[in-house]
DNA sequence: TAGATTGTTAATCGATTAACAATC
DNA sequence: TAGATTGTTAATCGATTAACAATC
């Protein structure tokens, strides 16, 4: 495969998922100061193998240096590129909740290129209460909100049956990606990309794991 | 492959992934009173083939009658069972602020059977006030919580530098498997389950996502 | 019974790891 | 220079899908 398709093309989903993981580490690095990390001391540090990780660096438009590995700050620079973290995303927050309003003053989404430009709910008694700086906007309100501030991202933390409908209710005002809070499974036009967080899901991985651990 | 094996053996990470999906859905189903369920309806409400829900299912300790599909009410059970979700899994929330206030206060996962039994912070200012029915504990007193409920789940809800500290109080004090709520990879001796929820690398996925969709 | 649907085997596809020439 | 480390190809491993006999 030529530089050309390899850094072009589409990045295989695996690599896409853990992206991420190289660039929290890459920025952490370059934090405490260190310049250079070699594959091998990346793998270590995140439980990859340097195998893997130089396989996956090789989908980003960045080069490592024979002997001394791979810059930090290049790596930071080229990840945050190649995943479009070169400009800040708009996201808003639908169902102002426990978890939906942790969401909205969560400060390490800011902290990395993440604002959130509205918070949404349904209940009419807390619609106009504050959130931090926000103000909780009825549902009425989404379609304008995200059309004029050009939003690209819903965060849906609603309860469980109102997952699908606030769900249309984004990817109608325009949204292209969701990241669904809830446990439930939403369907979507192919044009829209859906991440679960999966927290109960994960819980339940756990029990699994601590159950096997047992027997 | 003989029943007894894949029965008793260790199931695919694949199929444990996916296991809560069918979990959530046969609950789902049953709440609304249908009786049974096919692969291929399955697969169409979940996003997968029927031909990956036959081969998931038969990792369970439950059979599909020809003709009529998957019984609900035994696909709710035995999935619980595989889980090991058949009786209560206490949890500890450690880290009080917006978003380990907003897990400990969380409904949904005592409605799945997961008990929060702790909530625990090391910031002076705010032990001993209320979250919900729960008093923030000092982490002094993790140890003692973990051990006379028999905890073993704990969720990591700190600041990312507190990650790893944090992991490592909780596994001294007993915790089997830990939920990670950080963008931190967590270093944890090899009997220990992590699973991290990803919330901002899901974000970064979806910033990927919706960028490749422009190009 | 005939047809629908399961459970399972075999084939395909994608992801990870091993190996090593290129290079700094 | 010699040795460490990258980038990439090929081999292995695991996950998904296709196909179909068994069965209700």
Redesign the pocket.
């Known amino acids: 495969?030529t530089?050309e398709s390899?850094t072009t093309g589409r990045i295989?989903?695996?690599?896409v998922r853990?992206l991420p993981k190289y660039l929290t580490h890459a920025q952490h690095l370059r934090h405490g100061g260190i310049e250079w990390?070699?594959?091998?001391t990346l793998a270590d540090a995140l439980g990859?193998?340097?195998?893997?990780v130089?396989?996956d660096?090789?989908y980003v438009e960045?080069?490592?240096?024979?002997?001394?590995?791979?810059s930090t700050e290049g790596l930071d620079a080229a990840v945050s590129l190649t995943l479009g973290l070169d400009h800040h995303i708009r996201c808003v927050v639908v169902g102002a909740g426990n978890l939906g309003r942790a969401l909205a003053l969560h400060n390490e989404f800011v902290l990395h290129g993440f604002r959130i430009v509205g918070v949404f709910d349904n209940a009419s008694g807390i619609i106009d209460k504050k959130v931090g700086r926000h103000r909780i906007q009825p549902m009425s309100e989404l379609r304008s909100v995200i059309r004029r501030q050009k939003v690209e991202i819903g965060i849906i933390a609603v309860p469980f049956e109102a997952a699908q409908p606030a769900a249309n209710a984004l990817i109608e005002a325009g949204a292209n990606g969701l990241l669904n809070m809830t446990a439930a499974h939403l369907l979507v036009p192919e044009r829209i990309s859906v991440v679960d967080a999966r927290i109960l899901a994960s819980l339940r991985e756990l029990a699994y794991a601590v159950k096997s651990r047992r027997t």
């Open positions: 495969m530089i390899r295989p989903a695996a690599v853990r990390v070699s594959s091998a990859l193998t340097s195998s893997t130089r396989q660096l090789s960045f080069q490592g240096i024979s002997k001394r590995g791979y």
